[in-house]
């Protein structure tokens, strides 16, 4: 099948680099790249195991209510509140 496509530069530079380190035909190269491309775009998604983590208690919160920015800096500033 005879097509025309348009490369990005850096595709293109990356297939002459292929082309020139296996003194192959530009075409050999293009379509053994499109052959893998395509075999790992058609391939099933890998299977992700789940992740579980423990919960660990870091026990109670020493600056009471931390909602309230200025309050909790000036508790771990050491500042007496008013």
């Known amino acids: 099948m005879r097509t025309t496509l348009t490369l990005e530069k850096n595709v293109a530079v990356a297939l002459e680099r292929l082309r020139k380190a296996r003194k192959a035909s530009f075409k050999t190269v293009v379509n053994d790249a499109l052959r893998q491309g395509l075999s790992h775009m058609d391939a099933p998604p890998p299977v ?16 009471g209510n931390i909602d309230n920015v200025s309050e909790a800096l000036a508790i771990a500033e050491g500042e007496s509140l008013r």
């Open 48 to 63: 992700r195991r789940a992740v579980r983590t423990r919960a660990v208690s870091l026990g109670q919160c020493l600056a």
